[in-house]
T-cell receptor
Framework: DAKTTQPPSMDCAEGRAANLPCNHS???????VYWYRQIHSQGPQYIIH???NNETNEMASLIITEDRKSSTLILPHATLRDTAVYYC??????????????FGKGTKLSVIP | NAGVTQTPKFQVLKTGQSMTLQCAQD?????MSWYRQDPGMGLRLIHY???????DQGEVPNGYNVSRSTTEDFPLRLLSAAPSQTSVYFC?????????????FGAGSRLTVL
């Protein structure tokens, strides 16, 4: 399984873009990059996923480097409600292995007023 | 839509007692799964199901049973509770979206075993 490396914590000013990096240098060709976040002790919340191309949805954008060894989650206009732990996960797309979510320690994002 | 609903939210058990954590989803998702989250250890997969009548073990299945008689429900049974099962339990349902398995989680059930 590909291992991911994220900074333990980051601060972001409210209204500014939050850019959360993730390294996954051992990713294989059939593994997707997923991002989830967990606010306090709530259930994890899906944000976005991608395989090769950059992706955007209503919550965030995901930028994946051409060699797929790293990615960046972008929250374009961070609000106080975006304060959470953000997890970058690399998993196969489907099948039994896609359930084995190893959340690790993630990045604690603090949005500051 | 309610999404994924877990009950109870909190439960205290004595060692040796049994109980069932309930999980229901109204999104017509085929796949459902149970995780436990312990401090500093992230989520660990207990059991999962790819459809009604089909279940399989995850990383930490011992001490837990599941069944999937309907698409909507996926209860987790603790057969004889032990203090090591003190944890927060999350149920998730999922569908394959653009080739990837995207999970929707419930709010969690916090279990304490004395």
């Amino acid at each position: 399984d590909a291992k991911t490396t994220q900074p333990p914590s980051m601060d972001c000013a409210e209204g500014r873009a939050a850019n959360l990096p993730c390294n996954h240098s051992t990713i294989s060709g059939n593994e997707y990059v997923y991002w989830y976040r967990q606010i306090h002790s709530q259930g994890p919340q899906y944000i976005i996923h991608g395989l090769k191309n950059n992706e955007t949805n209503e919550m965030a954008s995901l930028i994946i480097t051409e060699d797929r060894k790293s990615s960046t989650l972008i929250l374009p206009h961070a609000t106080l409600r975006d304060t959470a732990v953000y997890y970058c996960i690399v998993r196969v797309g489907s099948g039994a292995g896609s359930y084995q979510l190893t959340f690790g320690k993630g990045t604690k994002l603090s949005v500051i007023p | 839509n309610a999404g994924v609903t877990q009950t109870p939210k909190f439960q205290v058990l004595k060692t040796g007692q049994s109980m069932t954590l309930q999980c229901a989803q109204d999104m017509n998702h085929e796949y459902m799964s149970w995780y436990r989250q312990d401090p500093g250890m992230g989520l660990r997969l207990i059991h999962y199901s790819v459809g009604a009548g089909i279940t399989d073990q995850g990383e930490v299945p011992n001490g837990y049973n599941v069944s999937r008689s309907t698409t909507e429900d996926f209860p987790l049974r603790l057969l004889s509770a032990a203090p090591s099962q003190t944890s927060v339990y999350f149920c998730a349902s999922s569908k394959v979206h653009s080739g990837a398995n995207v999970l929707t989680f419930g709010a969690g059930s916090r279990l304490t075993v004395l």
